[in-house]
């Protein structure tokens, strides 16, 4: 199974907002609300940043937000600022609640 | 704090075999779906396996299905990656995670494979 369709990149400045899309099949982000974000910084390991589509976990900043539309997700990051730079992954359930797939990747450029 | 602490990671032959383990502190894993991710050399993560609760549901990709085997003990509170016949493809950091709220909540510091002769 291919990974999900992300953008390779995207910039923006700070205090903008973005959003990276996340591009799957009925089969995954269109048949379950079991997707993910990750956040991850060089030489780091990822960061849980929101899940089940829309919720943000304990600690999260309320500028991370998520949504989805059919077999796209989305991750908007508000109010960005330097921080923020970093490779961004969606994930999604993929055939029931055993299986997983993650999206290529994006990385964040902050102007 | 939770943390999980993978070991077991280095340079392995093509045709070789590792074994992973990761550590859990701060917290049980028996309440928790634990699983592996990978990510090789400037690409993008991969899940790889996963294991119930209570060991009795596991699943894998597609590339790794016959070759790997995901396992773990509660009462260690560690989980485990056996690793057979190995490929220069699986070269990659190796990250175990916990999940909950059907997402990778916890995740470790990663450790490296490197399959190369």
């Known amino acids: 199974q291919s990974a999900l369709t992300q953008p390779a990149s995207v910039s923006g400045s700070l205090g903008q907002s973005i959003t990276i899309s996340c591009t799957g099949t009925s089969s995954d982000v269109g048949s379950y609300n079991f997707v993910s974000w990750y956040q991850q910084h060089p030489g780091k390991a990822p960061k849980f940043m929101i899940y089940?589509?829309?919720k943000r976990p304990s600690g999260v900043s309320n500028r991370f937000s998520g949504s989805k539309s059919g077999n796209t997700a989305s991750l908007t990051i508000s109010g960005l600022q330097a921080e923020d730079e970093a490779d961004y992954y969606c994930?999604?359930?993929?055939?029931?609640?055993?299986?997983?797939?993650f999206g290529g990747g994006t990385k964040l450029t902050v102007l | 704090e939770v943390h999980l602490v993978e070991s077991g990671g280095g340079l392995v032959q093509p045709g070789g075999s590792l074994r992973l383990s990761c550590a859990a502190s701060?917290?049980?894993?028996?309440?928790?779906?634990m699983g592996w991710v990978r990510q090789a050399p400037g690409k993008g993560l991969e899940w790889v396996a996963n294991?119930?609760?209570?060991?009795?549901?596991?699943d894998y990709v597609d590339s790794v299905k016959g070759r790997f085997t995901i396992s773990r003990d509660n009462a260690r509170n560690s989980l485990f990656l056996q690793m057979n016949s190995l490929r220069a493809e699986d070269t990659a950091v190796f990250y175990c995670a916990a999940l909950s709220y059907m997402a990778f909540d916890i995740w470790g510091q990663g450790t490296v494979v490197i399959v190369s002769s």
């Open positions: 089940e589509v829309t």
């Open positions: 294991i119930k609760e209570d060991g009795s549901e596991k």
């Open positions: 994930c999604s359930s993929a055939g029931g609640t055993t299986r997983w797939i």
């Open positions: 701060g917290f049980t894993i028996r309440n928790f779906w």
